[in-house]
């Protein structure tokens, strides 16, 4: 890892005389961040997954910055796709496709408070409550993970490598000559964006100048063609959609027959939209899902409904087979994510037990080398003091919004103190994974909050969102920051990017959940939110232990039982570096699905 950096830092230095924290690498990243922050508000409510979207941001800023007269040097495009995160993330963050609907669906007669609509003002105002506290936490944890243990993080060294790739030969007139010291000790000369060449062979540079306007032309056509792509996957999706507005049967296609589509909704939805998103998460995720896909609506439904524990329509979340098939879904959820998040819990234990046992603080020590001057880094003193003033701010917005009633002050003080510690841990887990268990976090800091405040479902829910916004939030960044780490961007102006992303990103993300809870019933027929049943349904069962259905327990407890053996064979696989172990389904994948109708799921898988 540190022989890779080396070499990406030769060929991109950072650069004191080019400005990275540049108007056009922002405006590009908050842009570019809105579009996604629409996409996900979109899948998330209808899926509860989302997707950083990191390499996508990067590629298509760097399509943008070719229209520039000097194209964005490597670390502009850092920038841009740290702010395009920051803003595309932010309806998981912020709850807005989990914890938010999950508070319209409250029942009196069940957890003893009325549904919770949050409107256009109270998201904005929620919004401002959770999404910087992640990024301040952000920080301390790069000089640990990135900067001392080097953990991989391989979204963001994927990220870095195709940064490197686009901008291998890139070209500018404008850039001035530089010479630098090469990893193997020679001196080279060369332009910002260019290949080093050793300076004592001139010659090559007049052999490279007819080779570099071939490639130039070669270079000039792959972009055509990329945009070409770009525009006709974009008209097709965009005629499809249109055409089911008005013949809503494109996107309900009785393909295995009318009965079955009526009384068990097994329908086609053959969206482009959602062939893209399989084709991000990858065939072993959409593997995952299409056998979850099968268990549930094949499997489960059935067998629910024809021996009359479900006798609702099979769609129904309360007395149907969909809100039978819940609970086993959940409890494969749960079984799957701590377990998973078992190795990153006692590498981190062992770690703090080897450090007391040697008598050494377990904060990183002031001698840990710093690859960065103190101008590049965010000061000690902005970390502590955002820290402080977002938890404050924090708790005072949500006191304001949901009232004394729906959360205490001091629990909503504790949800983020949660934030914090598990944010160790989902940032731990994503660095040697490059997955953020968190549904397991959201998972403890509930079980956290029923222990404190028992039958609570509201404060439950809130407290429980606050703590997962900040470790989900701060997570995810750090992907940015090790992107950041090869390229030698400056972690400072990354700081800003996310700043700038997520403030922007609390009106985007507002204004999209508004728009589509008054153009849509959500939950409902097209948005079902899958993951707000999720936090409300183990809000109940941890609260008051009621609410099971019939004959589920059974079901509850194998299912258990077996999630939590496959999950306990591929982390032993994972550790092992065993090729096979990305195709053992991904318990998460399997149980979401099970929410889903299956006209959502075909098109993916």
Not at 51 to 78: D, H, I, K, N
Not at 108 to 119: E, S, T
Not at 203 to 221: A, F, I, R, T
Not at 474 to 500: E, N, V
Request: net charge neutral; hydrophobic share 45%; with cysteine.
């Amino acid at each position: 890892m540190d022989r890779l950096r080396r070499k990406m830092s030769w060929r991109f230095p950072s650069s004191e005389n080019s400005p990275e924290l540049t108007p056009r690498s922002l405006c590009a990243g908050i842009l570019i961040g809105c579009v996604l922050c629409f996409t996900n508000m979109y899948f998330g409510l209808q899926t509860g997954w989302i997707s950083m979207m990191s390499m996508q941001s990067a590629l298509l800023g760097y399509l943008f910055s070719l229209f520039y007269s000097r194209p964005m040097t490597s670390q502009e495009l850092v920038v841009l796709q740290t702010t395009a995160v920051a803003t595309g993330t932010m309806p998981l963050a912020a709850g807005f496709v989990g914890v938010i609907p999950a508070l319209g669906l409250l029942d009196y007669k069940h957890d003893n408070a009325h549904p919770i609509k949050v409107g256009l003002i109270d998201g904005i105002l929620w919004g401002c409550a959770v999404a910087l506290f992640g990024v301040f936490l952000a920080p301390p944890l790069r000089r640990q993970m990135i900067v001392k243990e080097e953990l991989v993080f391989p979204s963001g060294t994927a990220t870095a490598q195709l940064i490197s790739v686009l901008n291998k030969k890139q070209e500018g007139p404008q850039d001035e000559e530089r010479t630098y010291i090469s990893p193997s000790g020679s001196r080279v000369t060369r332009r910002r964006g260019y290949e080093a060449l050793p300076a004592e062979e001139p010659d090559v540079l007049d052999q490279n100048s007819v080779e570099g306007e071939q490639e130039s032309q070669k270079e000039q056509y792959d972009v055509t063609q990329s945009w070409r792509v770009l525009g006709l996957s974009f008209a097709t999706s965009a005629l499809l959609t249109l055409s089911a507005y008005f013949f809503p049967v494109v996107f309900n296609i009785p393909l295995f027959g009318v009965y079955l589509a009526r009384e068990w909704l097994w329908y086609f939805s053959p969206s482009f939209s959602y062939i893209g998103q399989g084709i991000i998460m990858g065939f072993p995720t959409t593997l995952s899902m299409s056998l979850g896909m099968i268990f549930g609506w094949g499997v489960l439904s059935p067998i629910s409904k024809l021996n009359g524990w479900a006798p609702g329509p099979t769609g129904d979340m309360i007395t149907g087979a969909r809100g039978w098939i819940l609970w086993v879904a959940l409890a494969i959820i749960c079984a799957d994510s701590f377990v998973s998040i078992i190795p990153t819990v006692y590498r981190l234990a062992k770690s703090v037990y080897l450090t007391l046992l040697s008598k050494r603080t377990v904060v990183v020590s002031e001698d840990v080398p710093e690859d960065e001057p103190a101008s590049r880094l965010v000061p000690d003193r902005w970390v502590w003091s955002g820290l402080l003033v977002s938890v404050a701010i924090g708790t005072v917005l949500v006191w304001f919004v949901f009232g004394y009633e729906g959360i205490k002050p001091w629990a909503t003080v504790l949800g983020f103190i949660m934030g914090a510690v598990l944010s160790h841990l989902g940032a731990r887990a994503l660095g040697e994974t490059d997955l953020n268990p968190v549904s397991a976090l959201g998972k403890i800091s509930q079980l956290f909050f029923a222990f404190l405040q028992p039958g609570n479902v509201v404060a439950n829910i809130i407290a429980g969102g606050v703590a997962e916004a900040g470790a989900q939030q701060a997570g995810d960044l750090m992907q940015d920051l090790k992107t950041g780490h090869l390229l030698h961007a400056s972690p400072r102006a990354q700081f800003y990017g996310q700043m700038i992303g997520s403030v922007v990103s609390i009106f985007v993300s507002a204004i999209a959940y508004n728009l589509y809870t008054r153009a849509y019933v959500i939950p409902g027929p097209q948005f079902p939110a899958p993951t707000a049943y999720v936090w409300l349904s183990f809000a109940r069962l941890i609260g008051s232990g009621n609410g099971l259905p019939d004959h589920t327990k059974p079901f509850i407890i194998s299912s258990a039982v077996i999630a939590t053996l496959i999950a306990s064979f591929k982390v032993q696989a994972l550790s092992r570096g065993k090729w096979w172990a990305k195709w053992i389904p991904s318990g998460v994948a399997f149980a979401i699905v099970s929410l889903l109708p299956v006209s959502l799921e075909g098109s993916r898988s």
